[in-house]
């Protein structure tokens, strides 16, 4: 199994920056794509940006122009660069990894989560 532990999180005003990060750990494993969602009381979780293991990145409209995801392949971490942000980015963001799980036989698919890290935009 895959465990990922995400950190960068906090309190930012409107229009700053901050930039999470999500590290894999775990046995064999090889992660296809990371991602990152987040959810916002009351509203459903919604993928923000994603990255494969080529190094191909798709953004929601919401964050594309200000977001950046990129990923270090030997560190199995991945980033979300925010910036310009706004109140209506404030959520928890959650990290994804799809992967291959080398230790099972056959070899099979996994998704992990993270356990999530708050962003709150002061207007």
């Known amino acids: 199994q895959v465990q990922l532990v995400e950190s960068g999180g906090g309190l930012v005003q409107a229009g700053g920056s901050l930039r999470l990060s999500c590290a894999a750990s775990g046995s064999t494993f090889s992660i296809n794509a990371m991602n990152w969602y987040r959810q916002a009381p009351g509203k459903q979780r919604e993928l923000v940006a994603s990255?494969?293991?080529?190094?191909?990145?798709n953004y929601a409209d919401s964050v594309k122009g200000r977001f950046t995801i990129s990923r270090d392949n030997a560190k199995n971490t991945v980033y979300l660069q925010m910036n310009s942000l706004k109140p209506e980015d404030t959520a928890a963001y959650y990290c994804n990894a799809r992967y291959i799980d080398y230790s099972r036989f056959p070899p099979a698919m996994g998704d992990a989560w993270g356990q999530g890290t708050q962003v709150t935009v002061s207007s």
């Open positions: 990255i494969d293991s080529g190094g191909s990145t």
